[in-house]
């Protein structure tokens, strides 16, 4: 009856994964149709109708894209800008509002090809992609400058690291404002907000920084990969709130001082940083999918003949690790959890210095995860070791535990303390055949997060048909690799690797010992193939790792078999009983 309710269970559990893993997937892991050609520009969805948002972000919907394209050329095609180049960024500033506004990324592809252009980090205001920061004052009694003021710049500059610029504009009521603007050479803008007081009265001004974007570009929201607001508040981090949330509040006040707040996808961020002075930060919705983080500084008091400055930073790029920890170094707080490594950082990070250094020596971040497997697998040989020493154990004792079930078949209570008390008379770890697959799990999860939030990850190919390891296999084996017209459903998008993950697994369990339960023995056979349902849309580098981790297993255990030959003896007498008994069943 039990084993019967066990086959039950582990059946409908099945196929409750089976049929809602799609659905699991495509909200962790949501992939963007293939648009269809647009002839004509069309006004964009509603967001009743809006594709849902990718892991990697940016426009989905045909008409926007085509929209976003339309728009940048109206936008960027008139004068009055000031260019940006730099190693990290180029782009231009807007002069009218000093609005940094039109920011593309170097060194980042917006997709794996080659010849595809760099990342763009900043839109106009108006355009599909929205996205741009301000530095700026609010004053009482006072004209400050706005989105609609005109600033002033020398004649041909051009912002580069070695040529800072200076905008300025006269509110022809005595008082001078200034933005002194630098850049680094990854993705770093410095802003010096200056007010010289020239009238013949105080005034009281408050300089502000902001970041506004949409988030219709936004990236996919996970529990594990957290989008949207980001920032550091009396130097703790947090991530949040989502758009949504901002939505239902309308403004949302950040407590404590603001270090540094933003918005966050899986891979960008942009973020104003305060420097020198308590600050004020606060999310806001400003409707039609608009959002606003701003870092509003205390009130100061110009008295006349005086100069007041205040220097901000703008962060505007990719959350490159060694980037991010160099700025935490230079005095931004806690700046490298920018990047979503959640509680286990402490497991995660190291795992991602040795894949990085690994991938420097060999050039090739798949190789560099087959040697991370590799070392991973040596570390746990010694465990290894003590799992097959304790099979060997357990099968030993199967005589005697046959003889204690027979014996209490009516008294199950009685049955399981005789087997412990044989157990521990025996000396005998049921448990440790799994410990090595437990020792491995936070090694997947550390290798999971890593492919999904490290932007080294990007992009990376291995071999052949893999060119991005952070992305699922693109080729599956249902539709002949791209050759018949359809895309399969997600559960059932098997790529070469899963298949390869199914047949590894299955060749190295059949080399485990036949279980004395029958409905073990059932879930054993089906594992791999459920396995390979599963892994089929997690990113290839995971896949990678988990085959190679099978490869070396079976090598494993062929070695272990041959220090233990009661071992493989009584798994060859397993295999040939159930040889007999199958032939049996079918005469």
Partial sequence: ??????????????????????????YFYPQPKAPPKVEQVVQPQDSASRIKPTREGGLRDAAEIALEKQDLQTALGHGGRLPIAAPGVSGSINLTGALLDDLVLNRHRETVK?????????????????????????????????????????????????????????????????????????????????VSNKGAIPVTVQPFALVNRTDETAAAYAWTLRTGGIGAFDGSVAFGPKYDDVVKVGTQEQTGNTDWIGFTDVYWMSAVIPVGGKAHGSFRSMGDHIFRADAVYDQSMIQPGQTVSRETKLFAGAKEHGVLDAYERQGVANFGLAIDWGWFRWFEKPIFWLLTSLFKLVGNFGVAIILLTVI??????????????????????????????????????????EIMELYKKEGVNPLAGCLPMFLQIPVFFALYKVLNLAIEMRHQPFVLWIKDLSAPDPLHILNLFGLL?????????????????????????????????????????????????????????????????????????????????????????????????TARAGK
């Fill in 1 to 26: 009856m039990d084993n019967q309710r066990n086959i039950i269970l582990a059946v409908v559990l099945t196929a409750l994964i089976l049929f809602g893993w799609e659905a699991g997937v495509n």
């Fill in 376 to 417: 991973v697998r040596g570390i746990m040989f010694p465990v290894a070791q003590r799992q097959f020493a304790s099979m060997a154990a357990m099968r030993a004792i199967q005589p005697k535990m046959k003889a204690i079930q027979d014996r209490y078949k009516d008294d199950r209570e009685k049955q399981q303390k």
């Fill in 485 to 581: 017209p359809f895309d399969p459903p997600g559960f059932l998008g098997i790529g070469l690797l899963a298949l390869l993950l199914g047949v590894t697994m299955f060749f190295q369990f059949r080399l485990n010992p036949q279980q004395m339960d029958p409905t073990q023995q059932q879930i054993f056979a089906l594992m791999p193939w459920f396995m390979m349902f599963v892994m089929a849309p997690f990113a290839s580098g995971l896949l990678v790792y988990w085959i190679t981790s099978n490869i070396l297993t079976i090598a494993q255990q062929k070695y272990l078999y041959s220090r233990h030959p009661q071992l493989k003896a009584q798994v060859e007498k397993d295999a040939q009983d159930k040889a007999r008994t």
């Fill in 114 to 194: 080659k010849d595809s252009g760099p990342v763009r980090m900043f839109s106009p205001a108006g355009t599909p992609a929205q996205q741009f920061a301000q530095f700026g004052w609010v004053g009482q009694g006072v004209a400050t400058p706005n989105s609609s003021t005109v600033w002033t710049a020398p004649a041909g500059a051009k912002l580069t690291p070695s040529t800072p610029v200076t905008l300025t504009w006269d509110n022809g009521q005595g008082q001078v404002f200034a933005l002194t603007l630098k850049v680094d050479n990854d993705y770093m803008i410095t802003a010096d907000q200056r």
